[in-house]
């Protein structure tokens, strides 16, 4: 069996250092006169709660109080329940209920309760707090963003509301976040280009933030589909002046140097290639680094070394497991007279060299009493996620691991994930009933050696275990446009032991 072992990728912090508590009687006592005097402002209750600590027994019994001295002031229980979800705490829930009670059009109460909605993994009952945030301020362009890209499972519907978003707020960040978004989760190369494109027509890379990244998304993608684009794309963007557009001109000597690459390997001059290609040096999480991988074993092949073009991949996939590392592998195989069951050999040579024991655990179970060791699992392929309930990378993940890993049920695949910040214990149980995930929730132990399993303290990372105990793949993101990764990364453990 194989295991597969998820962390996180978009890192998300786990826990907030809680600020110095004020101690001294009388300076709390001016707060809480501050509060009696405008219950109504949402400042005095920040300064209050952030002063006398909001998890300090003494606090949630002054909001009962307050609570009952002023029973139509929708802002005294959501003072103290916006101190709570800001620190990710389940007590938030109950009071921004009452607030919304009182407050039936308290848009940042409504968006409050979509936000914890999302850490209890109550997702229907959050779209409809969202929805009710929206409508409650139509003029909200946050909101109006986040409700219309909830509708991933709806392609006509989502694209509809956000070019209504992008009409309705065409001065606003969150029109060109909304296009981001569309562009980036699409898997038509043509309908990308399209919306990137629109992108950078209304909202104006050197003055919108989600446009510079689109920008950057998609010379991304340009340097491996079209070389020549992406070379009018940076010299597009070198065009804009300041510091946000600082960078472009490596960006523009990249794509410069890559189309030069490709006319050398069509030209069949691959000692010159690869020496042009040895000088290419990209950030570390740069989609084309696997292009760039494929574009040396292209050269060194048309040094008329197929060999050694193979044999680079090989060293390359065995770090970076990816499906066009795998079929380029499949491609010089063939001309090296391997079938596939021989190209997998070969790479399994490889892992076996580089693999390691996986660091063990022993963690406390959520959902059924006892505990959980990695030993347990011999003989499967695991996947194993540190997360926490109010992780959104986490979360944004989950669908994906689900998508691929339901096409290996009953195959001889688990799914683990360890939860890193106890405080949110009381969201896990409900998160686990309400989503419908499948994985099995584990308690992270404080001061645990983790060894070559190291999250770091961030969530989500991502661990790939084989039924042997050992750690074969890590540091790998799973989204909507590599699910296949994942599946191809399962297959391959499965195949060790078949």
Known sequence: MIILVLLFPLLAVAQMKEPALVTDKAELAKLIAAVEAAPDSLKVHEAYTKAAGVNTPAVAAQYEKWMKKFPRSAMVPYGIAEAYLNRENPKAKPYLLKAVAINPSFTEAWGALWTDAQRWGDFKGGLEYLRKATESDPSNAGYAFYYANSFKD??????????????????????????????????????????????????????????????????????????????????????????????????????QNVAAVKKLIAEKKGAEALAAINKIKLPRYFRFNTGLAILKAESIAASGNSQAAYDSLIVYFSKTPEVELKEALSVYGAKLGKDAAQVEADIWKRLDAVSQPATPFTLKRYLT??????????????????????????????????????????????????????????????????????????????????????NRGAAPVNFLIDGEGRLIFSDFRIDGKNEDKLEMMIDLLLSKNA
């Not at 060109?176 to 699409?186: C, F, T």
């Not at 804009?240 to 960006?251: H, I, Y």
């Not at 959104?392 to 993940?397: N, S, Y």
Request: glycine share 8%.
């Open 154 to 255: 709806d392609d006509t519907k989502r694209e509809a509301m956000i070019f209504d978003l992008v009409k309705r707020f065409p001065d606003n960040e969150r029109g060109a976040q909304g296009l981001y978004w569309l562009a980036v989760d699409s898997k038509d190369a043509a309908y990308k280009a399209k919306i990137f494109e629109m992108l950078k027509s209304k909202y104006a890379p050197a003055k919108f933030s989600w446009s510079r990244s689109g920008m950057s998304s998609y010379y991304d993608i340009l340097l491996d589909t079209d070389a020549a684009k992406a070379v009018a794309l940076a010299e597009e963007m070198v065009k804009f002046k300041g510091e946000e557009m600082k960078g472009w001109e490596d960006q523009l000597a990249i794509a």
């Open 369 to 454: 009493p006892g505990k959980a060791s990695l030993s347990d699992y011999k003989g499967k392929v695991v996947l194993l996620t540190y997360w926490f309930p109010g992780c959104g990378p986490c979360r944004g993940e989950f669908p994906h691991f689900e998508n691929a890993l339901r096409k290996f049920k009953g195959k001889a695949v688990d799914y683990i994930g360890i939860n890193i910040v106890s405080e949110q214990n009381d969201y896990v149980v409900p998160f686990m009933k309400g989503s419908g995930y499948t994985f099995t929730p584990l308690e992270e132990e404080e001061g645990r050696a983790k060894g070559n399993m190291n």
